[in-house]
């Protein structure tokens, strides 16, 4: 390394670049989706604790990737590059069950397959949006994992999506595909989705804990989830019982900050990890 590279890397990264890396971790923590407004641009390098000047430079490079999309008179908006990330780091819950299994070398099939056109119901309606009396697609089976029952789930589709013809459906999910993967595969183009982690107790006596083929009163874990396509758009709800060691279920949580790291922090603590690995490099 000549004396000049040397002197680069004692630099570090200018305050632009602070502020570019900066934004772009607040924006794919998830707390934005894509279509929200931003916070004004004085409040934004306040709470960097940069100039105007500064902030501007930053952000027209998230604009010219996509993340950000500024709108004379109106502000600046969350871009088309946002939400992947939102989906990579914080809500791999939303991959497949099969995509899991099949990393982990499960085979996953269903059983008692029940595919129904019928009223969705109050509480079920009242998360997707619906009148009680509105006609939805349920799905009602039971989880196979190499041989064994692993889940009961249970699935609602939203009417204004078009699935495909009931033997499709059968042939896929006794294959052990997951609605989500119906969804995705007939260009749904699902972005998240709201998960509520439900600790119960399942007696061998419910006709879930017969299904699971529990001996005795068991603690299960339930998974409830609302299903969104865009911005705010719910196209399906879940819930799926899970018996205890049948398949690793793993939900992904981050605490959301309202504001982004200020400039000193981040690259005080930047600082910090270069010097970490200078020692580390050095023998220290």
């Known amino acids: 390394m000549n004396s000049e590279q040397r002197a680069e890397g004692q630099r570090g990264p200018s305050l632009v670049d602070s502020a570019e890396e900066a934004l772009h971790n ?52 969350v871009g088309r590059s946002a939400v992947p990330a939102a989906l990579g780091e914080r809500l791999e819950r939303l991959e497949p069950y099969s995509s899991l299994a099949e990393r982990r070398g499960l085979t996953l099939s269903s059983v008692d397959l029940h595919i129904e056109r019928r009223a969705v119901g109050a509480e079920v309606g009242e998360a997707l949006g619906l009148a009680p009396i509105a006609p939805v697609t349920t799905f009602a089976r039971t989880l196979i994992a190499n041989g064994a029952p692993v889940a009961v789930m249970f699935d609602v589709v939203h009417p204004k999506v078009s699935l495909p013809d009931d033997d499709a459906l059968r042939e896929q999910l006794e294959g052990g ?108």
């Open 26 to 77: 607040w924006l794919a923590g998830g707390r934005y989706r894509q279509g929200d407004r931003l916070p004004p641009e004085h409040e934004v390098a306040t709470m960097l604790g940069i100039s105007r000047g500064t902030l501007r430079s930053a952000l027209r490079r998230l604009e010219e990737r996509g993340e950000i999309v500024r709108r004379q008179g109106s502000g600046t908006f």
């Open 177 to 284: 595909q997951m609605v989500l993967d119906v969804l995705i595969a007939i260009g749904v183009p699902v972005t998240y989705a709201r998960t509520r982690v439900i600790p119960s107790l399942l007696s061998p006596r419910e006709r879930a804990g017969k299904l699971l083929g529990v001996k005795r009163t068991t603690a299960v874990l339930e998974l409830e989830e609302l299903y969104y396509a865009g911005r705010d758009e719910r196209v399906a709800y879940s819930r799926d019982l899970f018996a205890p060691g049948g398949l690793d279920v793993t939900v992904m949580r981050s605490f959301e900050s309202t504001r982004p790291t200020p400039i000193g922090n981040f690259r005080g603590a930047r600082a910090q990890s270069g010097r970490t690995r200078r020692n580390r490099d050095n023998g220290a």
